[in-house]
Structures are given as C-alpha cells and as structure tokens.
C-alpha cells in the first residue's frame, strides 16, 4: 500500500526507485544535463552564483577536503538530497572513509534533529552504492 500519491509517483519515477542499482549514475547524469541546461540561460547572476560555489571549496583557510565535509554536514542538516548525493561523492573523491562520513553525518543528525533521520537514510544508501563502485574507502 502506498501513503500518498506524491510518494507513488516518486517510487514510480526511475531516478526514485529504491535499490535502483543506477540511482548514483542517473543523479550524475541529470546533474551534469540541467546544469548544462542553466549555464544555456546565459545569465550573468547564475553564473556569478556557480562560479562562487566553486571557488568556495577551493582550498584557502581551510582546505578544499575539510569544506567538502562541511558541505555534506550542511546539507544534511538543510536535508538537501542532492546536495547530500554530491558531496557525498566529493567526500569519496576527497579521500574521507566511511567511518569519516558517518561521524560527520552524527554532526548533522545533532545539529538538525531527528528530521534529518530520513535524510541520513538516504545518506547511507549512497554510501552503499559508492562502496559497490569502489569509490568509497572502508
């Protein structure tokens, strides 16, 4: 049985299906395909706001691996999905282990109550599916 019909037709939509072996590689793929579709816009704010999200996990104080952290910890805690996919992946590229991710995500688990749960959840999928490519250290 189904709870509603927003949660049917996200479980009947290919990018929502839950243990979809493609989930990280169809996340990647519209990822790269709106964003190519925003920089079309040709406006010169989106431009200026990407280019600033960029340049802000550049390294400066704080180096470029511990802001990817945080940026997954903030994106919990804001329970931004795809936000949590993308820094998620950046973590794996970053060199951070799993145990890494999930103590970071306790932080965000603290920090935004027990909302944050359904999102951790998700969190922890992608793990799974990073750990499956071999993208993820143990």
Sequence with gaps: MECCGACSYLLKTHRYQVNSVSKLDDFRAERQRMNE???GLDHLGVKRFFNLDT???????LDGKTKELLGLVASAVL?????????LEQCALAGYTH???IDALNV?????GSIVI???R??????????EEGSLKA
Excluded: S, W
Aim: proline fraction near 2%; charge should be negative; charged fraction near 20%.
């Design 37 to 39: 579709k925003i920089m």
């Design 55 to 61: 340049n802000t996990y550049r390294d400066g104080a």
């Design 79 to 87: 329970r931004c999905n795809d936000c949590i996919d993308y820094h």
């Design 99 to 101: 145990a890494e991710i």
């Design 108 to 112: 965000a688990l603290i920090v935004g």
């Design 118 to 120: 359904p999102h951790f």
């Design 122 to 131: 998700h969190a922890v999928a992608t793990l799974e599916q990073l750990q």
